[in-house]
């Protein structure tokens, strides 16, 4: 093999070294490897429709320590993370030129367009410079050409369809092993400075000490929060019992972070499921695992099949909505000033620490669409900005869904916001945790601050319209379930957190929304 042939492995959204068919391939194909990681300006400016930050501060810091981490980890094994702060296909060309050694660019491929025109960039810079391009694909549990529907047209329009489908005809592959030792850069290049939030014009995060996701980034962190989830705590073996919890670390896996940057590896999470059952137990919330990683898969080739439809107003089926673009209304739902306390603790948990629990999102996103009539992109991209684990095909797909005009089989799906309230903060910690101003209302109360005498409101220094916003929509099926608040039980429960915090009676319910059989939600 001639010394001089190098390999360039553009890093996206693929911050780890285990089971990375990338750099499986790199290794067998170069003498240096140059692993890149560019901070691409376009990530920095704002979104498409109504022009939000398209990269929140939560999500920012989440991929710095992500960044840091895999330079550490490349550092341990006789190479490092080359990061530049520039448009990838420019510093691929920079590269190239400077290198005068670089055989092949690699990466792993992307679906959606903004990914796809870089890619396209990339490959036209190789192409004009004489340098062959190497793809592969990592993002999926079950790799792309294995899912069986001859071409990705044939995709069912339905999850359960598709995953029944995948779940007899296809196998996951076996992890690529990780490299002991990488190839070394080439001599002399320099490794670039990891830039601070600062110098990318955005601002830091405030930690807030009640965030339910008080996490690190990067590749070790995920595979921490694995071992802790699975190995030390046995917490997956009570997941889908616990999953729609509210407070805490523990009554979920958290992995979405870490998958939405490639610092974790769906795959390695099904092995791993599949040795803890084996070691230890098999239930249905260690297969509850796995359906939810069905669910990203799907949403990434529902990616493939649609393309820029994932993004339209009319969404996959073509569908004309009337929805408005009321900002006053926007600005009170995504700020938590709706006067409806589980929207309103729901919108401050995402603002304040980047993180909202699955059944949260769920309801804020039923509330934008079906209560006030926004249009969907509103709160897609205000998601987009804030969440600290976008993942671009599961938040248009879960947006779209929600919005009636995406893959849901049952049309007019509304949640009632009382009643979920009542069902998953029955006693209305949750609410009162991120809603301070509602503290003095006690028990599930707080869910319908509104429904209260003005001697009880009083008694709580609660006035509604001053400390606490009236109901910006009132919804006639909510009045339904004010009758069962349970009241009187204080304003802490005995201190619940984490997985003891979720209703027993919602165990079987449906990870996602996706599942429930009931039209009275």
């Known amino acids: 093999m001639s010394t001089s042939r190098t390999v360039i492995c553009l890093l996206r959204n693929d911050l780890r070294l285990h089971d990375s068919e990338l750099f499986h391939w790199a290794q067998r194909n170069a003498e240096n490897i140059v692993p ?28 710095l320590k992500g960044v ?24 691929v060309a920079d590269l190239i030129q400077q290198l005068g050694s670089v055989s092949t660019v690699a990466f792993h491929e992307e679906v959606t367009s903004e990914e796809l025109n870089v890619e396209k960039r ?18 999926t549990l079950y790799h792309r050409d294995d899912v069986p529907f001859q071409h990705i047209s044939r995709l069912p329009d339905v999850y359960t369809q598709f995953r029944k489908a995948v779940e007899t005809q296809s196998r996951v592959r076996p992890l690529f092993p990780t490299p002991e030792q990488l190839k070394p850069l080439p001599h002399g290049l320099e490794e670039g400075a990891i830039p601070t939030a600062e110098d990318l014009e955005q601002t830091g995060p405030v930690t807030d000490p009640r965030s339910a996701f008080p996490c690190g980034g990067g590749e070790s962190q995920a595979l921490a929060r694995l ?37 974790i590896s769906p795959r390695y999470i099904y092995h791993q499921i599949q040795k803890y059952e084996k070691e230890r137990t098999a239930n249905q919330s260690t297969y509850w695992v796995i359906f939810e990683l069905l669910w990203r898969d799907y949403f990434k080739f529902v990616a493939v099949k649609y393309g820029n439809r994932l993004f339209q107003i009319k969404g996959l ?33 995402l603002a304040m620490t980047g993180f909202m629990s699955n059944r949260g999102r769920q309801n804020v996103a039923s509330f934008l669409t079906k209560d006030l009539g926004l249009d969907w992109r509103m709160g897609a991209e205000w998601f987009e900005y804030l969440l600290i684990d976008h993942d671009v095909c599961s938040n248009y797909g ?25 069902d998953y903060d029955a006693n209305g910690d949750y609410v009162r945790r991120w809603v301070p101003e509602l503290q003095g209302i006690r028990g599930g109360d707080v869910h319908a601050p509104w429904t209260l005498s003005t001697a009880l409101l009083s008694q709580a220094r609660v006035s509604l319209g001053e400390t606490y916003p009236t109901p910006i929509v009132m919804a006639p099926e909510w009045s339904r379930h004010v009758s069962k608040k349970p009241r009187g039980a204080g304003p802490s429960a005995g201190g619940k957190k984490g997985p003891s915090h979720t209703p027993k009676q919602h165990g079987d319910r449906g990870i996602d929304f996706y599942f429930s059989r009931s039209k009275n939600l």
């Open 317 to 349: 089926q073509d569908k004309s909505v009337p929805w408005k673009k009321d900002m006053t209304l926007f600005n009170a739902w995504k700020e938590g000033r709706t006067g409806v306390p589980f929207v309103d603790a729901n919108m401050r948990e």
């Open 68 to 91: 840091e981490d895999l330079r550490n980890t490349m550092l341990s094994k006789g190479s490092n993370l080359v990061v530049r702060r520039s448009k990838p296909e420019e510093v």
């Open 227 to 263: 071992k802790h989830y699975f190995w030390d705590t046995n917490a997956v073996a009570t997941y889908k019992e616990t999953r729609n919890g509210l407070i805490g670390t523990d009554y979920s896996t958290k992995f979405a972070p870490w998958l939405a940057m490639g610092c």
């Open 122 to 139: 990339v490959k036209d810079v190789c192409a004009r410079m004489k340098v062959t391009v190497h793809t592969c694909w990592g993002s």
């Open 398 to 422: 879960n947006w779209l869904y929600s919005a009636g005009i995406g893959n849901d089989p049952r049309e007019n799906r509304k949640f009632n916001m009382v009643k979920q309230g009542l």
């Open 36 to 63: 890149l990681y560019c901070f691409d300006p376009r990530h920095y400016v704002g979104t498409y429709n109504y022009n939000l930050p398209k990269t929140g501060p939560f999500r920012l810091h989440f991929l």
